[in-house]
DNA sequence: ATAGTTAACGGAATCGATTGCATAAATTAA
DNA sequence: TTAATTTATGCAATCGATTCCGTTAACTAT
């Protein structure tokens, strides 16, 4: 196999009997070149089939019109659009985006970390590893100004550009919508307290009750480690076989929320007549399961979108932005059939 | 902000008294360097903070050690898996991942083509968007060396790596599966013949017809443009009005297959008694769906793991492997409740 | 002991693009 | 017409790691 020659500044330079000084700047449309000269040489680098090397120019200005991604895992639906947001702004800003994954181990994301910083990325979109407690491994970059922006799975005690939705709020609401529905045992399937995401819908949870003077139960209370659907499915039986079972569940995510659904429609428990459930994040299972999930929709791709921005305005603002602006998103409360107790949704004041 | 200097192998070079290519070779392992050495250079790296910059070490070998994905949309389910397989792989070897979408249009495909290329990506990684017909824009890869390996949507004339699965047998096994439940009038929905897995599909699907002595009928083969669940919901309307409609359906994605199954509850057609559906990828609403969808399993992070691996054995092997080498993997047929008809599996002799 | 090896390391060019500091040419001001 | 600007371009250093050639010192074989 033969392989081609590149072509670079220098050989259009001795081509087009210019410096590569000139050539440089006129690519990059330099003031100080004529339009002429410049119209020039894109013509004979188009023709003579140049292409920059993105790895010479980033050395040299010391970045790589890189952003870095690193989140847990890739092949779930908030995810896989989260980086579609990204991607999108990204590319339409000349960037390129690196991923990783840290599959939920802190070892994995320390090691990520590293990689990418070797990338000299220009800065780095995070969603938190479920083990994270420390956050060493994010300070490099910190000290070499190159931002990080967290994204939903955030820390609590680290200085730095946040996006997250309004998880309280939104446990809230689907907390007071299941209680304007007729339920007085609401059950909430809880995920992992040391992350924000999966505290503040509880808090909003045992907020709406309190509100609604309804008495708050531990043993309604299901502390998730994952939220998957063999754990909704346990949970659910277990919860349905009470003496004095719940009515309503609301779940921090739809698959422990659809393993419910089934779960009660096996038992020959009716939802949402018997049993009302709302769950979070509104996955495409959400609108297939029957009866129909409702749910709270994140706007995920609109959080990444606005994640790739805050890296890039700050990489264009040289580095003079807030570093500690945090964005929190609102999100919406999709009714569909499985919450429906009275069949219509009440105003809410 | 104060920003910290970066600790280089010159740094290292001067705190230790040691030469730069001493430092270099130290942290590669180089033979011709002392256990000892090494194990000194290496504590001191650590020590002050050194961290490789990938940027100046890709310009110099003129790779950079990163993978490159093009793809359509990174959030479906498919692509997701598949990306996360890449991804797995290429980190365990060290390698970085760039992702970019071309959202099935040909221009963009053209545009991330490039700026891929312009990162001296080791190897490309592609799944053609729906548009493309012409090839021209990877020949810069090929005339370089740069390995390209195709994925599941590949081309039909250009040779290099392929990874597919075997779509011809899985069309085949999916609508004899449909025979063997009794079905007599089977309905396909068709992707976009151009290319091809949906081809494929078919082909597998009239044979089926044929070796089975079913005739093939034009009215019941649905043609669709992108296979949405709109498309889906609309072709299945009109084919349960016809005057003699089909008893059983297979439809290339499971997103069409599922709108079927729920357009038919809709218009109380039953299923599968009245109507039989299989669809493709295992989606994870086909098991939601209810009754759960039959399927056919796609091993994606598996296609994934393997492409990575032709990229990387490739660039190990110093681009001496054969160039057009095909991996073709088996996929399932997973059977769930919307085919059985018959209530039970036949055996397959 | 002497030639021949081997082990351990250093010098300096190189990868390709960028840019501060010149310089030469062209234009304008006076 | 001459000085003062402005415009257009070139020179050469620089970014950080790698590697082809040495070179020196230590070691081995005979």
Aim: glycine fraction near 6%.
């Amino acid at each position: 196999m033969k392989i081609k020659k590149e072509v670079t500044i220098y050989d259009l330079a001795k081509e087009l009997n210019y410096s590569p000084s000139t050539i440089s700047r006129a690519l990059n449309n330099h003031k100080s070149i004529s339009k002429k000269t410049i119209k020039l040489i894109k013509e004979a680098a188009e023709e003579m089939g140049y292409r920059p090397n993105n790895l010479a120019a980033g050395l040299r200005n010391n970045k790589s019109n890189t952003i870095g991604v690193l989140i847990s895992r890739i092949n779930r639906p908030f995810m896989a659009s989260l980086i579609s947001g990204i991607e999108e702004t990204a590319r339409k800003a000349g960037h390129n985006v690196l991923i990783s994954q840290s599959n939920d181990k802190y070892e994995n994301e320390i090691s990520n970390c590293n990689t990418l910083y070797d990338s000299r990325i220009t800065g780095l979109i995070v969603s938190l590893s479920m083990e994270t407690v420390e956050m060493d491994h994010f300070q490099k970059f910190v000290d070499k100004g190159i931002p990080i922006v967290f994204v939903d799975r955030v820390p609590d005690n680290f200085n730095s550009y946040k996006v997250v939705i309004d998880n309280y709020t939104a446990g809230y609401s689907a907390t007071k919508h299941l209680i304007e529905q007729g339920c007085e045992r609401i059950a909430h399937f809880a995920g992992a307290q040391h992350r924000n995401v999966y505290r503040e819908r509880k808090k909003g949870y045992l907020d709406a009750l309190r509100e609604h003077d309804l008495p708050i139960e531990d043993s309604l209370i299901v502390n998730f480690k994952t939220l998957s659907f063999e754990e909704g499915n346990k949970a659910t039986k277990k919860l349905l076989k009470m003496s004095n079972p719940p009515d309503g569940i609301f779940s921090a995510n739809d698959t422990a929320a659809v393993s419910a659904i089934m779960c009660a429609k096996k038992m020959g428990v009716e939802v949402p007549e018997q049993l009302a459930v709302i769950g979070f994040n509104d996955d495409p299972i959400a609108s297939i399961v029957q009866p129909s999930l409702s749910t709270i929709s994140h706007p995920a791709s609109k959080m990444g979108a606005i994640s790739a921005k805050r890296i890039l305005d700050h990489s264009a603002n040289n580095y003079d932005t807030d570093l500690s602006e945090i964005t929190v998103l609102g999100t919406e409360i999709v009714v569909r059939e499985s919450s429906l107790k009275r069949g219509v949704v009440l105003e809410s004041e």
